[in-house]
């Protein structure tokens, strides 16, 4: 039974160490729109918890519900055709003895981003 116990409390370690490495890194999607309409998704994305404030990015959001919520930014490059490039990544967060606070908040994000730009490629190619 200690076993159990053991792995139990290395995965959560592990599962622990991955949200936090992967809500750091920056995520970039290629679509086959304009900036203006992967800026629509992106802001449909964000629904009333969270509000957009100043950041380095072309749009920057932050949670409302949690105190030291990380900001979780967007930036669109056009390539000059009808593609754009999405760039997200979490530009502002606050840690706890080096570790992140909120970061499955803005991990779950990007994800939920990137993934909703991938569908509307996967639409707009088919």
Same mark, same amino acid.
């Given at each position: 039974m200690e076993v159990f116990w053991v792995l139990v409390v290395i995965a959560l370690l592990c599962w622990a160490i991955f949200v936090q490495v992967d809500a750091r890194r920056h995520v970039a999607v290629e679509v086959a729109m304009s900036?203006?309409?992967? !800026?629509?998704? @992106?802001?449909?994305? /964000?629904?009333?918890t969270w &509000?957009?404030?100043?950041?380095?990015?072309?749009?920057?959001?932050?949670?409302?519900?949690?105190?030291? !919520?990380?900001? @979780?930014?967007?930036? /669109?490059?056009?390539?000059? &055709?009808?593609?754009c490039g999405v760039e997200i990544w979490t530009s502002e967060f606050s840690t706890r003895y080096g570790m992140m606070n909120h970061a499955q908040l803005a991990w779950r994000k990007k994800r939920k981003l990137a993934s909703e730009l991938a569908k509307s490629l996967d639409a707009a190619a088919s």
């Amino acid at each position: 039974m200690e076993v159990f116990w053991v792995l139990v409390v290395i995965a959560l370690l592990c599962w622990a160490i991955f949200v936090q490495v992967d809500a750091r890194r920056h995520v970039a999607v290629e679509v086959a729109m304009s900036e203006q309409a992967a !800026a629509e998704i @992106v802001a449909a994305c /964000f629904n009333v918890t969270w &509000t957009k404030v100043s950041g380095k990015g072309d749009l920057n959001y932050r949670q409302k519900l949690r105190v030291g !919520a990380p900001v @979780v930014s967007i930036a /669109f490059s056009p390539d000059g &055709t009808s593609r754009c490039g999405v760039e997200i990544w979490t530009s502002e967060f606050s840690t706890r003895y080096g570790m992140m606070n909120h970061a499955q908040l803005a991990w779950r994000k990007k994800r939920k981003l990137a993934s909703e730009l991938a569908k509307s490629l996967d639409a707009a190619a088919s």
